[in-house]
């Protein structure tokens, strides 16, 4: 089995931290990022923690997210009401001000009118929550309840035309409420007001660097491991780049990357990334050439879900074949992100406590589920981290900018992107057309203004005109969209003429294919990838 060594995680003791109480809302995270941009640390923990136990951890604040639950349902998530006698500042957020006002003695009802989306918010330019922030701004609302009776020592310090409790103050006990959302990218001065809370009110010093962050795990890795041997399975994009650094920066050539060439890669890809780090950075790179495998493997399967477990089966037996071969290895090192462990549950939040359970490693990341008689013990110094922190880790240890800046790409890479069976024919033909298309948008200098740009190969056939002949050829589907996180997408407005152009060469230059579409729909409803 795979063993992973439990090491309390001190960074709520190193730095100064702000804690996140996770009610279940979609933007819990979010909360825990925005903090961190502000060079604060800050995790999400359990709303049921115990304030002894958040005693000990010591934060500068408290952050009580929002949810999906009503206060006053019955079952309805409660954190420990002492967490507001500790005398160390809490701020609520939209259910978590709503259980603050609760808990405190205030009264919640439902609201005659509910709010969602945007409105415009009236503040108290004079509260320390609002300091220095114009009298009147954009806020994203998500609510049903309102507070209509403030806990005692409590005043109102915004309202909206709906809702006359949008925040609320208790500046003596240092304890504040918003009932719109600060976090997401729709409040204007959201950012602003997380700063009042977290640099002004907490005194949180802005200690959290990516810097300090390398040199720690550099020293913790070294005195864990010694001069033991490391493997890591390398894919080439953001995470497993910059942690092939980091591991290398730590124990040089006692690390060993495995790059499983499975055939679904970008034109050129495999050859750039062995050039990149065994060439250019001496990092030790064992590469296997498994296309025909796992091409063979994937014959007459349309099933999208039945294409990822082929893929991610294969890659457990070729990972196991190949590491036995060079090994023995200690250590298996994996470039798990924070999102990978509050997201990898089965199920997020018990839909009979509201509570978040718990974690685990996600079952398709890097090398998935291994084989039970592998034993390793995991090394995973990412797994603290977001996507945002991992690229600025990268940056500091120098990985090449066409790796840092790499768009989003999925496990089973192409295959996914084939509507249909997968063939060497049909991977060719949307290989080529991926290159134009990056290449197109690479030159309109549009490249880092969208999340993601691909094309989906549809294996359906469409009648066309080529030199005054009949065409019976596939079409491509343009995708690209832009996001902050992934988690929600719209579709890129790109110039029309960008859109000529790659239609004209897609059309023009790659062999079967005669029509390209373009999609329009964002996530939700749609997502991202086709499959």
Known sequence: MVLEEKAIDRKLELYDSIVVLDFGSQY?????????????????????????????????????????????????PECDPEIFNLGIPVFGVCYGMQLMAKILGGKVIQANKHEYGKAILEVNPKDKLF????????SWMSHGDSV???????????????????????????????????????????????????????????????????????????????????LLALSGGVDSSALAFLLHRAIGE??????????????????RLITTFQNEFRIKVHYINA?????????????????????????????????????????LAQGTLYPDVIESADSNIDPKTGERVAVKIKSHHNVGGLPKDLQFKLVEPFRKLFKDEVRRVGRELAVPKRIIERHPFPGPGLA?????????????????????IRDE???????????????????????GVMGDKRTYSNPIVLRAVTSEDGMTADWAKLPYEVLE??????????????????DITSKPPSTIEWE
């Open 28 to 76: 819990s995270e979010l909360i825990a990022r925005r903090v961190r941009e502000l060079n604060v640390y800050s995790e999400l923990i359990p709303f049921r923690t115990k304030a002894s136990d958040i005693k000990k951890i010591a934060p500068k604040g408290i952050i009580l997210s929002g949810g999906p639950n009503s206060v006053y349902d019955n079952g309805a």
């Open 131 to 138: 300091l220095d922030l114009e009298s009147k701004f954009t």
């Open 148 to 230: 209509t009776e403030l806990p005692m020592g409590f005043s109102v310090s915004a309202k909206t035309s709906n809702t006359p409790t949008a925040a609320i103050s208790n500046n003596d006990k240092k304890l504040y409420g918003v009932q719109f959302h600060p976090e997401v990218i729709h409040t204007m001065n959201g950012q602003e007001i997380l700063r009042n809370f977290v640099i002004n009110i907490c005194c949180a010093k802005p200690a959290w660097t990516m810097t300090k962050f390398i040199e720690e795990s550099i020293s913790q890795i070294r005195a864990r491991v010694g001069e033991k041997k490391i």
């Open 254 to 271: 006692n690390l060993t990357c495995m790059f499983i060439d499975q055939g679904f890669m970008r034109k050129s890809e495999p050859e």
């Open 291 to 331: 296309r025909e495998r796992f091409i063979s493997g994937l014959k007459g399967v349309i099933d999208p879900e039945e294409k990822r477990k082929i893929i991610g089966r294969e890659f457990i037996r070729v990972f196991e074949e190949e590491s036995r071969k060079i090994g023995p290895f200690d250590y």
């Open 416 to 436: 996914i992107r084939i509507i249909g069976e997968v063939t060497v024919e049909r991977l060719e033909t949307l290989r080529e057309a991926d290159s134009i």
């Open 441 to 463: 948008i690479n030159k309109a200098g549009l490249y880092n203004k969208v999340w993601q740009v691909f094309g989906v190969l549809l294996t359906v056939q469409s009648v």
């Open 501 to 518: 152009k790659i239609s004209t060469r897609l059309v023009n230059e790659v062999v079967g294919i005669n029509r390209v579409v373009y």
